[in-house]
């Protein structure tokens, strides 16, 4: 198993940081395999495989949005981005931009990148000492 | 602008930097609970009340022939804590000193970490009961000599398994009763640290403010801990010599498994 995932030492990152840096190459392998699934949906024609695959499928889809919530939790203001972008009908250009718009305004005073103003510490669970 | 007013109070961004660094570095050793209990949220400051999945009967309805039921939500608590810092510290810090005074924030992270801690294990009167209180098992006394601590410890995790709950294991240590720990080999020079870490499988916490300690499991979805605004630095108001802020977060607790924690007395 590689553990190229880390694009610094990871001996030098918090805890924390490699836990999202985990969760986030998982978060690629799962949009990953759902992609490979859609291409082999789109090509076979035995309908049990099919099923099968489908439900395969729906199983990817499951981790890719349990892994996204976990990386919204722990990065607000990836968080407040997502939450103009996501489940809205409309132009999603024009979402994303004003979404980043608000998160940049909200977040320019105060720690960079923690929209809420708070102060990002969250759960300690597996931190160091 | 949002409800901290953060943009009102007269400190630069490098300032704001400079309080949240230093709060981080406050809060993070001394938020014991966290190490060991669920975390859910941050949900924000508009997240009001925790679904309890319970309702209750109405005993009238507003018309005949239909019965009403009333959920049921546990309402999340406020925890503030206020101090003040010398404006002129401030420009200070501004100007690139490196020993600025931030003592009264020091002391606020502290309390509020201490807050919590309290709130968690020993319950908060009149908002919600602490992992200690609700745990039935009967409470084991850790006396004074630390050298005891691996028998009382085992016995509660003894007690665990007894009752199904299955570990991995946790132990929160009040100030003394961790300090006692610390400082103490067993026979042969091995610390004592270690030979309870064995024990547990898990984690010894210092958690100030709880009271001698608590064994509790690791496994999730025991002790609850729900976030609205994570802790937060906002702004109150200002004099020409110093500027009132506050640490302040909202949240709500809850037992799920009572069972799941001893409760080990000083």
């Known amino acids: 198993m590689g553990f ?9 990152l918090p805890a924390e940081t490699l836990t999202f840096a985990r969760l986030c190459a998982s978060l690629t392998e799962e949009a990953e395999a759902i992609g490979w699934y859609e291409q ?4 076979e024609r035995d309908p049990e495989a ?62 960079p990148g923690i929209t809420d103003g708070s102060l990002g510490i969250g759960s300690l669970r597996g931190a160091g000492r | 602008m949002n409800h901290l007013l953060r943009e009102l109070a007269p ?21 014991g609970a966290r190490r060991l209990i669920d975390f859910s949220g941050p949900h924000g400051w508009t997240h009001s009340a925790t679904n309890l999945g319970r309702s209750e009967p109405l005993c009238s309805a507003p018309a005949d022939g239909v019965s009403g039921r009333r ?17 002129e510290e401030l420009r200070d810090a501004d100007r690139g000193a490196e020993d600025v005074e931030l003592e009264a924030l020091d002391r606020a992270a502290h309390q509020i970490a201490v807050a919590e801690n309290v709130a968690v294990f020993h319950g ?22 630390a050298e005891g601590y691996p028998r009382q410890v085992a016995g509660a995790v003894e007690r665990l398994l007894c009752s199904g709950i299955t570990g991995p ?16 080999a067993e026979h042969g020079g091995y ?75 000083a």
Not at chain 1, 40 to 43: Q, T
């Open chain 1, 40 to 43: 082999r949906i789109a090509v």
């Open chain 2, 71 to 87: 959920r049921r939500v546990l309402p999340l608590v406020e925890l503030r804590a206020e101090f003040a810092l010398a404006r």
């Open chain 2, 169 to 184: 294991y946790g132990l929160a240590l009040g100030r003394e009763q961790y300090r006692r720990v610390v400082e103490t």
């Open chain 2, 124 to 145: 908060w009167e009149g908002a919600f009961t602490g992992i200690a209180e609700l745990s039935p098992h009967e409470r084991i006394a850790l006396g004074e000599a």
């Open chain 1, 50 to 111: 099919l099923a099968v695959m489908r439900d395969a499928q729906g199983e990817e889809f499951k981790h890719f949005s349990m892994d996204l919530e976990f990386l919204l939790r722990r990065a607000p203001a990836w968080r407040e981005i997502a939450r103009g972008i996501l489940f809205q009908s409309g132009d999603i250009v024009e979402h994303g931009e004003e979404a980043e718009a608000e998160a940049l305004e909200e977040g320019s005073s105060g720690a």
């Open chain 2, 191 to 265: 610390p004592l640290l270690d030979h309870l870490r064995k024990i547990l499988e898990g984690p010894i916490v210092w958690t100030p403010g709880v009271r001698g300690a608590v064994v509790l499991t690791l496994r999730g979805g025991d002790f609850l801990f729900e976030s609205g605004q994570d802790l937060s630095i906002g702004y109150q108001s200002h004099d020409d010599s110093v500027v009132r802020l506050y640490l302040e977060e909202s949240f709500s607790f809850r037992v799920a498994t009572p069972e799941a924690a001893v409760a080990l007395t």
């Open chain 1, 4 to 12: 190229d995932q880390y694009h610094e030492p990871p001996n030098e």
């Open chain 2, 11 to 31: 400190i630069s961004d490098s300032g704001w930097a400079l309080l949240d660094q230093e709060a981080r570095e406050r809060l993070a050793p001394a938020l």
